[in-house]
């Protein structure tokens, strides 16, 4: 087990939201001495024996006789506890019912006991998620090893804290088309409740090129990735083929079936995109390098300084990109925008992403409270709603911060990035903003709802505000928005922050779902 | 001598509750997590489970005389006694909850209360029987 320290340390501190456990663990070396093991069980006579069993195996015991004390003193102190073990009846809440509650709330392992030994009761214990299952009379033996539930779950964490690198290829296959494939590596640990969720085929699959994981990655980088786009769009989107593209973009290592990966997701993206309506698409070309002259006049399109916010790193490059790409597959079906206008190379400007996702990993490690929820979805936003906006959502800019290029609004930008936690109907306040509050709203619901629902199990919770405002927005932001969401699922895995659970990015992925289901209903010309 | 003829009782009478299966291997770990934190461990046990297991035979005993018998009721207390006589290793009363339990899955009302006379008969001895034992034992370590 390993100590609280340097990734690990900073990874508690990197959201408040997930607090890693290993800060109080105990010292190591010592180890599993010193586990912290709440106890519940109804039965006094029971319950004072494996006290004393516990305590002689030199863990730190804490008893319970009541389902809803033990749940009390795990919410006061969520990281106060390693492992829990349960009585299956009990009085006044059934142990399953309390294994969930855990299993939600503080994603911790439970231990199921009981006289019953039937097959069905011990099937029940697996299917709500126990990850052991004890028969009374319990023996010391039993008790013996149950610090390992507590390493496996914490080696699980970790792995896919450490897979939360750089950007990642976004592997996962979108399992239907509305799917939000965020592959964002998420610290799966605390929300593990997530697997009980519906969007639970979501894993996460990112990985840092540099971890020590079984299956190596490709790393989508915003070079890689242009090249991609270059490729496909010399090929013509219809006749990129992996095998053609692979050779075009004559990429050392990299392989036919990353190619085909990849341009499944960035087919997807595209294909969700050309719901746009061919005015819509223009605004996404200011999505491009703020640098590249050629989109000046769309930058300012609906008054939003899309290209300052890109640069700023406001708007995650994967959605950029994607939005480029889907502006890109749309001018070539009905847009005006002629091909040539659309900047291969900036149709997909990982600058700040790559800045964000790559070297930002440290900077999200660094940053207590931003989790990453939404990467790749668009923030755009004017500074004066970023500003408004700043203390309703979760700071996705803080990671951009830390890259943003761009003085001007980089700082505001960050400052009124999303934060965390912070109730997503407090973005309707912002009804009059533009597109660029909607643009932001993706993010706040997804972030909030992704740290919301997995704290509290309440899912989408959020969601509704963003839709509201949303609807104020131009239906050009408007789409990016609620499908940029999804783009950067599609194509560019969004490395979402340390902290940020699996659960939280599928929930995520599952707010943005909903909030591309969210009709355009608002577009203005 | 006093200590010797005490110790030998002692040791005597716990293997006749072992030989005699009215404790099982489940006893020798309360025996076994006495220490010098807890000397009386297994007394404080042994205390504890008669003091709970009564109140849970008045439950059974009211269950069983109210009509119509909740059977589901006195599954899930039997399940709780149960529990708790397995868990000090007291073995002939566990066997009783286990027919008893039978009976009550059956719900065969008579065969309930005959079973739960049983059970209530096992508790009894083994009460008294280790009353006696942990007297001597505690006797015996009291001894020089």
Known sequence: MKNSSGGKGSMSTASSITTWKADVVPVPDQFPAGLRVLVVDDDPTCLIILEKMLRNCSYDVTKCNRAETALLKLRENRNGFDIVISDVHM????????????????????????????????????????????????????????????????????????????????????????????????????????????????????????????????????????????????????????????????????????????????????????????????????????????????????????????????????????????????????????????????????????????????????????????????????????????????????????????????????????????????????????????????????????????????????????????????????????????????SFSLRSTPGMSDHTSKECRHDIRRLSAFKLSSRQP | MDRNRLHNQVASMRRSLFDQGYLDDQFIQLEELQDDTNPNFVQEVVTLFYNDSTRLIQNIEQALNSRPIDFCKLDDYMHQFKGSSSSIGAKKVTNECTAFREYCNAENAEGCIRSFQQVKQEHAILKRKLEVYLQTVRQASQTA
């Open chain 1, 91 to 490: 009085p006044d809440m059934d142990g399953f019912k309390l294994l969930e509650h855990i299993g939600l709330e503080m994603d911790l392992p439970v231990i199921m006991m009981s006289a019953d030994d039937g097959k069905d009761v011990v099937m029940k214990g697996v299917t709500h998620g126990a990850c052991d299952y004890l028969i009374k009379p319990v023996r010391i033996e039993a008790l013996k090893n149950i610090w390992q539930h507590v390493v496996r779950k914490r080696k699980n964490e970790w792995k896919d804290l450490e897979q939360s690198g750089s950007v990642e290829e976004g592997d996962r296959q979108p399992k239907q088309s509305e799917d939000a494939d965020y592959s964002s590596s998420v610290n799966e640990g605390n929300w593990k409740s997530s697997k009980k969720r519906k969007d639970d085929e979501d894993e996460t699959e990112d990985r840092d090129d540099t971890s020590t994981l079984k299956k190596p990655r490709v790393v989508w980088s915003v070079e890689l990735h242009q090249q991609f786009v270059a490729a496909v769009n010399q090929l013509g989107i219809d006749k990129a083929v992996p095998k053609k593209i692979l050779e075009l973009m004559n990429v050392p290592g990299l392989t036919r079936e990353n190619v085909a990966s990849h341009l499944q997701k960035y087919r997807l993206y595209l294909r969700r995109l050309s719901g746009v309506s061919p005015h819509s698409c223009n605004p996404n070309n200011s999505f491009m390098n703020p640098q590249d002259e050629t989109f000046g006049p769309l930058s300012s399109v609906h008054g939003l300084d899309l290209q300052t916010l890109t640069a700023t790193g406001q708007l995650p490059a994967q959605c950029l990109a994607t939005l480029q790409a889907a502006v890109l597959g749309r001018s070539t079906a009905k847009s005006s925008i002629p091909m040539p206008l659309v900047n291969q190379r900036n149709i997909f400007s990982f600058e700040n992403p790559k800045l964000r996702f790559g070297e930002g990993q440290q900077h999200v490690n660094n940053n207590n409270k931003q989790v990453n929820l939404l990467h790749g979805i668009p923030t755009t936003m004017e500074s004066k709603q970023l500003t408004s906006l700043r203390h309703t959502s979760q700071s996705i800019g803080n990671v951009n911060m830390q890259v943003a290029p761009h003085g001007a609004q980089s700082s505001q930008n960050n400052s009124s990035l999303i934060e965390m936690g912070q109730p997503l109907s407090r973005v309707q306040i912002l009804n009059d903003s533009t597109v660029p509050l909607s643009v932001g709203q993706p993010i706040v619901p997804n972030g909030i709802a992704a740290n919301v629902s997995t704290r509290n199990g309440i899912p989408e919770n959020i969601r509704a505000p963003g839709y509201n405002l949303v609807s104020q927005t131009s239906s050009i932001l408007n789409f990016p928005m609620n499908h940029a969401s999804e783009l950067p699922v599609d």
